[in-house]
Protein backbone atom coordinates (compact mmCIF):
# COMPACT_ATOMS: atom_id res chain seq x y z
CA UNK A 1 0.00 0.00 0.00
CA UNK A 2 0.89 3.33 -0.55
CA UNK A 3 2.44 5.23 2.24
CA UNK A 4 0.94 8.52 2.80
CA UNK A 5 1.87 9.61 6.04
CA UNK A 6 5.88 9.61 6.73
CA UNK A 7 6.85 11.20 10.07
CA UNK A 8 10.55 10.57 10.76
CA UNK A 9 12.11 11.66 14.45
CA UNK A 10 9.31 14.18 15.37
CA UNK A 11 10.16 16.39 18.28
CA UNK A 12 8.59 19.79 19.90
CA UNK A 13 9.87 21.58 23.05
CA UNK A 14 8.71 24.47 24.39
CA UNK A 15 12.01 26.11 26.20
CA UNK A 16 12.68 23.37 28.66
CA UNK A 17 10.01 21.63 28.42
CA UNK A 18 9.42 18.57 25.56
CA UNK A 19 6.41 18.02 24.46
CA UNK A 20 6.81 15.76 21.69
CA UNK A 21 10.03 13.42 21.80
CA UNK A 22 11.49 11.64 18.74
CA UNK A 23 8.17 10.30 17.66
CA UNK A 24 8.04 8.10 13.92
CA UNK A 25 6.01 6.11 12.34
CA UNK A 26 4.06 5.58 8.70
CA UNK A 27 0.48 5.87 7.73
CA UNK A 28 -0.08 3.98 4.26
CA UNK A 29 -3.89 4.74 2.11
CA UNK A 30 -6.20 2.57 3.91
CA UNK A 31 -5.57 2.87 7.52
CA UNK A 32 -7.05 4.37 10.15
CA UNK A 33 -4.42 5.08 13.38
CA UNK A 34 -6.39 6.32 16.52
CA UNK A 35 -3.79 8.54 18.41
CA UNK A 36 -4.52 7.98 22.63
CA UNK A 37 -2.99 9.84 24.87
CA UNK A 38 -3.72 11.44 28.59
CA UNK A 39 -4.57 14.86 28.71
CA UNK A 40 -1.19 17.17 28.05
CA UNK A 41 0.92 13.71 26.39
CA UNK A 42 1.20 16.20 23.18
CA UNK A 43 -1.33 14.51 21.09
CA UNK A 44 -2.62 18.11 19.66
CA UNK A 45 1.08 19.34 19.30
CA UNK A 46 1.69 16.28 17.20
CA UNK A 47 -0.93 16.55 14.85
CA UNK A 48 -0.19 20.44 14.57
CA UNK A 49 2.83 19.88 13.62
CA UNK A 50 1.76 16.53 10.79
CA UNK A 51 -0.72 18.99 9.48
CA UNK A 52 1.97 21.69 9.05
CA UNK A 53 0.53 24.60 11.72
CA UNK A 54 3.36 23.93 13.99
CA UNK A 55 6.89 23.80 13.49
CA UNK A 56 8.73 21.18 14.66
CA UNK A 57 11.81 21.42 16.51
CA UNK A 58 13.40 18.38 14.91
CA UNK A 59 12.47 15.82 12.28
CA UNK A 60 10.56 15.80 9.06
CA UNK A 61 7.09 15.16 8.01
CA UNK A 62 5.85 14.38 4.90
CA UNK A 63 1.89 14.07 3.14
CA UNK A 64 1.36 12.48 -0.14
CA UNK A 65 5.26 12.66 -0.55
CA UNK A 66 5.40 16.60 0.00
CA UNK A 67 7.38 17.79 3.04
CA UNK A 68 5.62 19.77 5.32
CA UNK A 69 7.71 22.74 5.78
CA UNK A 70 9.21 22.87 2.08
CA UNK A 71 5.84 22.57 0.52
CA UNK A 72 3.29 23.67 2.60
CA UNK A 73 0.91 24.54 0.09
CA UNK A 74 0.79 21.19 -1.79
CA UNK A 75 0.44 19.60 1.78
CA UNK A 76 -2.74 21.50 2.66
CA UNK A 77 -3.86 20.48 -0.34
CA UNK A 78 -3.57 16.69 0.01
CA UNK A 79 -5.10 16.59 3.35
CA UNK A 80 -8.16 17.54 5.71
CA UNK A 81 -7.92 19.04 9.07
CA UNK A 82 -10.11 18.87 11.80
CA UNK A 83 -8.22 20.78 14.84
CA UNK A 84 -9.50 20.92 18.35
CA UNK A 85 -12.11 22.84 18.97
CA UNK A 86 -13.29 23.19 15.11
CA UNK A 87 -12.18 26.96 15.10
CA UNK A 88 -15.14 29.04 12.68
CA UNK A 89 -16.46 32.52 12.35
CA UNK A 90 -19.75 32.82 14.62
CA UNK A 91 -21.16 35.33 12.47
CA UNK A 92 -21.29 32.98 9.48
CA UNK A 93 -24.24 30.75 8.67
CA UNK A 94 -22.37 26.59 7.87
CA UNK A 95 -23.92 27.36 4.21
CA UNK A 96 -21.37 30.65 3.24
CA UNK A 97 -18.71 29.07 5.66
CA UNK A 98 -18.26 26.20 3.26
CA UNK A 99 -18.75 28.47 0.57
CA UNK A 100 -16.08 30.28 1.69
CA UNK A 101 -14.00 27.39 1.94
CA UNK A 102 -14.72 25.96 -0.77
CA UNK A 103 -13.34 29.32 -2.71
CA UNK A 104 -10.15 29.35 -0.58
CA UNK A 105 -9.73 25.65 -1.85
CA UNK A 106 -10.04 26.89 -5.34
CA UNK A 107 -13.56 26.22 -6.63
CA UNK A 108 -15.92 27.81 -8.55
CA UNK A 109 -19.89 28.30 -9.99
CA UNK A 110 -21.15 24.69 -9.95
CA UNK A 111 -18.11 23.17 -8.68
CA UNK A 112 -18.45 24.97 -5.71
CA UNK A 113 -22.04 24.43 -5.07
CA UNK A 114 -21.31 20.31 -6.24
CA UNK A 115 -18.51 20.18 -3.30
CA UNK A 116 -20.59 22.09 -0.64
CA UNK A 117 -24.49 20.32 -1.14
CA UNK A 118 -21.75 16.92 -0.69
CA UNK A 119 -20.33 18.07 2.04
CA UNK A 120 -23.32 19.28 4.33
CA UNK A 121 -25.49 16.15 2.89
CA UNK A 122 -22.52 13.88 4.46
CA UNK A 123 -22.74 15.37 7.40
CA UNK A 124 -26.86 15.46 8.30
CA UNK A 125 -26.79 19.50 8.35
CA UNK A 126 -29.37 20.42 6.46
CA UNK A 127 -31.65 21.49 9.31
CA UNK A 128 -28.96 24.20 10.79
CA UNK A 129 -27.93 25.12 6.84
CA UNK A 130 -29.15 29.02 7.55
CA UNK A 131 -28.50 29.52 11.11
CA UNK A 132 -25.84 31.79 12.24
CA UNK A 133 -22.75 29.09 13.68
CA UNK A 134 -22.32 31.17 17.33
CA UNK A 135 -25.96 29.84 17.82
CA UNK A 136 -25.17 26.06 17.14
CA UNK A 137 -24.62 23.41 19.53
CA UNK A 138 -21.49 21.79 19.79
CA UNK A 139 -22.00 18.76 18.49
CA UNK A 140 -23.65 21.14 14.95
CA UNK A 141 -20.48 23.04 15.04
CA UNK A 142 -18.15 19.99 15.23
CA UNK A 143 -20.21 18.76 12.05
CA UNK A 144 -19.52 22.00 10.42
CA UNK A 145 -15.75 21.75 10.96
CA UNK A 146 -15.65 17.67 9.80
CA UNK A 147 -17.66 19.55 6.65
CA UNK A 148 -14.89 21.78 5.97
CA UNK A 149 -11.90 18.87 6.82
CA UNK A 150 -13.74 16.55 4.22
CA UNK A 151 -15.33 19.13 1.33
CA UNK A 152 -12.44 18.85 -1.00
CA UNK A 153 -12.34 14.92 -0.74
CA UNK A 154 -8.55 15.08 0.45
CA UNK A 155 -6.15 11.98 0.62
CA UNK A 156 -5.51 12.27 3.82
CA UNK A 157 -7.46 13.08 7.31
CA UNK A 158 -6.36 14.60 10.59
CA UNK A 159 -9.07 14.72 12.97
CA UNK A 160 -8.45 15.68 16.34
CA UNK A 161 -11.60 15.02 18.51
CA UNK A 162 -14.19 14.30 15.55
CA UNK A 163 -16.81 13.15 17.80
CA UNK A 164 -16.61 15.27 20.80
CA UNK A 165 -20.03 16.87 21.37
CA UNK A 166 -21.80 14.19 19.30
CA UNK A 167 -24.90 12.69 20.99
CA UNK A 168 -24.53 8.24 20.19
CA UNK A 169 -26.58 8.64 16.95
CA UNK A 170 -24.23 11.40 15.77
CA UNK A 171 -21.16 9.58 16.70
CA UNK A 172 -22.66 6.63 15.46
CA UNK A 173 -22.95 8.67 11.70
CA UNK A 174 -19.37 10.27 12.01
CA UNK A 175 -17.91 6.44 12.60
CA UNK A 176 -20.41 4.99 10.10
CA UNK A 177 -18.93 7.68 7.40
CA UNK A 178 -14.94 7.28 8.63
CA UNK A 179 -15.53 3.48 8.02
CA UNK A 180 -17.28 4.49 4.39
CA UNK A 181 -14.15 6.40 3.61
CA UNK A 182 -11.22 4.56 5.21
CA UNK A 183 -10.03 2.40 2.21
CA UNK A 184 -9.53 5.43 -0.28
CA UNK A 185 -7.39 7.40 2.53
CA UNK A 186 -5.64 7.31 5.20
CA UNK A 187 -6.55 8.56 8.22
CA UNK A 188 -5.38 9.81 12.06
CA UNK A 189 -8.09 10.15 14.32
CA UNK A 190 -7.20 11.84 17.89
CA UNK A 191 -9.25 10.50 20.73
CA UNK A 192 -10.38 10.30 24.92
CA UNK A 193 -12.99 7.41 23.52
CA UNK A 194 -12.10 4.13 23.34
CA UNK A 195 -14.76 2.21 21.94
CA UNK A 196 -14.02 5.14 18.90
CA UNK A 197 -10.78 2.68 18.44
CA UNK A 198 -12.88 -0.09 18.54
CA UNK A 199 -15.04 0.88 15.76
CA UNK A 200 -13.26 2.37 13.00
CA UNK A 201 -9.14 2.11 13.45
CA UNK A 202 -7.09 -0.71 12.20
CA UNK A 203 -3.94 0.86 14.28
CA UNK A 204 -3.34 2.17 17.73
CA UNK A 205 -0.68 4.48 18.89
CA UNK A 206 -0.24 5.72 22.46
CA UNK A 207 1.93 8.47 23.53
CA UNK A 208 2.25 9.97 26.94
CA UNK A 209 4.15 12.54 28.37
CA UNK A 210 5.38 13.05 24.96
CA UNK A 211 6.60 9.57 24.16
CA UNK A 212 5.47 6.47 22.07
CA UNK A 213 4.52 4.10 24.50
CA UNK A 214 2.60 2.18 21.83
CA UNK A 215 1.83 1.22 17.71
CA UNK A 216 0.12 -1.64 16.77
CA UNK A 217 -3.37 -2.93 16.11
CA UNK A 218 -6.64 -2.70 18.38
CA UNK A 219 -6.08 -6.42 18.74
CA UNK A 220 -2.11 -6.21 19.93
CA UNK A 221 -3.68 -3.63 22.17
CA UNK A 222 -6.10 -5.62 23.53
CA UNK A 223 -3.42 -8.21 24.04
CA UNK A 224 -1.75 -5.95 26.22
CA UNK A 225 -4.27 -6.71 29.25
CA UNK A 226 -3.42 -8.72 32.00
CA UNK A 227 -6.39 -10.24 32.99
CA UNK A 228 -7.29 -11.10 28.25
CA UNK A 229 -9.44 -14.28 28.49
CA UNK A 230 -10.55 -13.86 32.10
CA UNK A 231 -13.82 -15.64 32.94
CA UNK A 232 -16.45 -15.34 34.95
CA UNK A 233 -18.16 -18.53 35.86
CA UNK A 234 -21.29 -18.26 38.25
CA UNK A 235 -22.47 -21.76 40.19
CA UNK A 236 -25.10 -22.43 43.02
CA UNK A 237 -23.60 -21.56 46.59
CA UNK A 238 -21.34 -24.62 48.26
CA UNK A 239 -17.98 -24.85 49.35
CA UNK A 240 -16.41 -21.49 47.55
CA UNK A 241 -12.90 -22.68 49.28
CA UNK A 242 -12.51 -25.71 47.46
CA UNK A 243 -14.51 -24.60 43.95
CA UNK A 244 -11.40 -22.17 44.04
CA UNK A 245 -8.62 -24.59 44.92
CA UNK A 246 -9.63 -26.32 42.43
CA UNK A 247 -10.05 -24.32 39.73
CA UNK A 248 -6.45 -22.79 40.95
CA UNK A 249 -5.48 -26.25 40.05
CA UNK A 250 -5.79 -26.03 36.42
CA UNK A 251 -2.40 -25.71 34.48
CA UNK A 252 -2.98 -22.22 33.33
CA UNK A 253 -5.02 -20.45 35.71
CA UNK A 254 -3.11 -17.73 37.00
CA UNK A 255 -5.22 -16.61 40.16
CA UNK A 256 -9.22 -16.95 41.17
CA UNK A 257 -11.36 -14.24 42.66
CA UNK A 258 -14.61 -14.92 44.07
CA UNK A 259 -17.76 -13.01 44.74
CA UNK A 260 -20.92 -14.03 46.84
CA UNK A 261 -24.22 -13.55 45.62
CA UNK A 262 -27.84 -14.32 46.90
CA UNK A 263 -27.79 -17.95 46.42
CA UNK A 264 -24.51 -18.02 43.85
CA UNK A 265 -21.13 -17.57 43.53
CA UNK A 266 -19.38 -15.74 41.00
CA UNK A 267 -15.61 -16.68 40.47
CA UNK A 268 -13.20 -14.70 37.94
CA UNK A 269 -10.54 -16.41 36.78
CA UNK A 270 -7.15 -15.07 35.55
CA UNK A 271 -5.50 -17.10 33.05
CA UNK A 272 -1.76 -17.22 32.53
CA UNK A 273 -0.45 -15.25 29.78
CA UNK A 274 -3.85 -14.58 28.61
CA UNK A 275 -4.82 -18.45 27.45
CA UNK A 276 -7.80 -19.49 26.48
CA UNK A 277 -9.02 -21.54 29.51
CA UNK A 278 -12.64 -22.17 28.42
CA UNK A 279 -12.32 -25.46 27.31
CA UNK A 280 -10.57 -26.86 30.34
CA UNK A 281 -12.90 -24.89 32.09
CA UNK A 282 -16.26 -26.79 30.96
CA UNK A 283 -14.23 -30.01 31.03
CA UNK A 284 -13.51 -29.36 35.22
CA UNK A 285 -17.50 -28.57 35.69
CA UNK A 286 -18.83 -31.29 33.89
CA UNK A 287 -16.75 -33.59 35.85
CA UNK A 288 -17.44 -31.63 39.18
CA UNK A 289 -20.72 -31.94 38.65
CA UNK A 290 -21.54 -28.57 39.03
CA UNK A 291 -24.44 -26.37 38.30
CA UNK A 292 -23.39 -23.58 36.17
CA UNK A 293 -25.70 -20.73 35.70
CA UNK A 294 -23.86 -18.76 34.01
CA UNK A 295 -19.73 -18.76 31.88
CA UNK A 296 -18.40 -16.33 29.51
CA UNK A 297 -15.07 -14.76 28.53
CA UNK A 298 -15.06 -11.41 29.93
CA UNK A 299 -14.25 -8.71 27.53
CA UNK A 300 -11.48 -6.85 27.14
CA UNK A 301 -11.66 -3.39 28.66
CA UNK A 302 -9.77 -0.81 26.57
CA UNK A 303 -9.42 1.62 29.23
CA UNK A 304 -7.88 -0.44 31.83
CA UNK A 305 -5.11 -1.02 29.46
CA UNK A 306 -4.50 2.46 28.26
CA UNK A 307 -4.15 3.37 32.14
CA UNK A 308 -1.85 0.27 32.53
CA UNK A 309 0.58 1.81 29.56
CA UNK A 310 0.44 5.58 30.45
CA UNK A 311 0.72 5.14 34.10
CA UNK A 312 3.69 2.98 33.92
CA UNK A 313 7.14 3.88 35.24
CA UNK A 314 8.80 2.38 32.29
CA UNK A 315 8.97 4.83 28.98
CA UNK A 316 9.93 2.08 26.46
CA UNK A 317 8.03 2.23 23.54
CA UNK A 318 5.72 -1.21 23.50
CA UNK A 319 5.19 -2.92 20.49
Same mark, same amino acid.
Given at each position: METMIDVQNLRKTFGSFVAVSNISFQLKRGEVLGFLGPNGAGKSTAMKMITGFLTPTDG? /?????? %??? %???? *?? *? @??? $?????GAPTYGDMTPNSFL??????? $?????????? /? =???? !? #????ESVLHKPIETLSKGFKRRVGLAQAILHDPDVLILDEPTDGLDPNQKHEVRALLQSMAKDKAIIISTHILEEVEAVCTRAMIISRGELLFDGTPQELEAQSKVRNAVSLVLESGDTKEVSR??? =????? @???? #?? *???? &?? *?? &????? %? $???? /???? !????????WTVDEMHVEPVKL?? /????? #? &???? =?????
Open positions: Q /VSICGH %DVT %DEPI *KV *K @AAL $GYLPEEFIAEIR $GYKGEEKQKR /V =QQAV !A #TTNLKLE =QLNQV @ASVQ #TQ *KRDD &TV *KY &TIIPK %D $GKSI /VKDL !AHLCRSENDE /VFRSI #T &TSES =QEVRT
